[in-house]
Nanobody, 126 residues
């Protein structure tokens, strides 16, 4: 099975920006919704954002207005644009293929994950 491959993580100062990318196998990208999770030091993995096949999105409250999820159908790639980063955004960020909720995009949950990416580290310093 093809992999989800993330890129774009790194270190940035508070207030800065980063853009994460997730390249998916075509059959995964076409079959599922896509989302991002994160796991900070000593914390549980939590859902960050979801985008469905129609481009509709859903965000966790703690990133609304700062993060933006988008996709490029021609490249089978999903992005997470992260602005106004805070030290508490420091985490390993994971891309995931998700079962789509028939009611529309919702906060991504671990039980909905079909496939995980390997993760990319984001570190925000104060």
């Amino acid at each position: 099975q093809g992999q989800l491959v993330e890129s774009g993580g790194g270190s940035v100062q508070a207030g800065g920006s980063l853009r994460l990318s997730c390249s998916a196998p075509r059959y995964v990208y076409k079959s599922y919704c896509m989302g991002w999770f994160r796991q900070g030091p000593g914390t549980e993995r939590e859902g960050v954002a979801t985008i469905n096949k129609g481009g509709n999105t859903y965000y966790a409250e703690f990133v609304k207005g700062r993060f933006s999820i988008s996709k490029d159908d021609a490249k089978n790639t999903v992005y997470l644009e992260m602005n106004t980063l805070k030290p508490e955004d420091t985490a390993e960020y994971y891309c995931a293929a998700l079962y789509c909720d028939t009611q529309g995009p919702t906060l991504p949950t671990i039980p909905s994950v079909v496939q995980w990416g390997q993760g990319t580290q984001v570190t925000v310093s104060s």
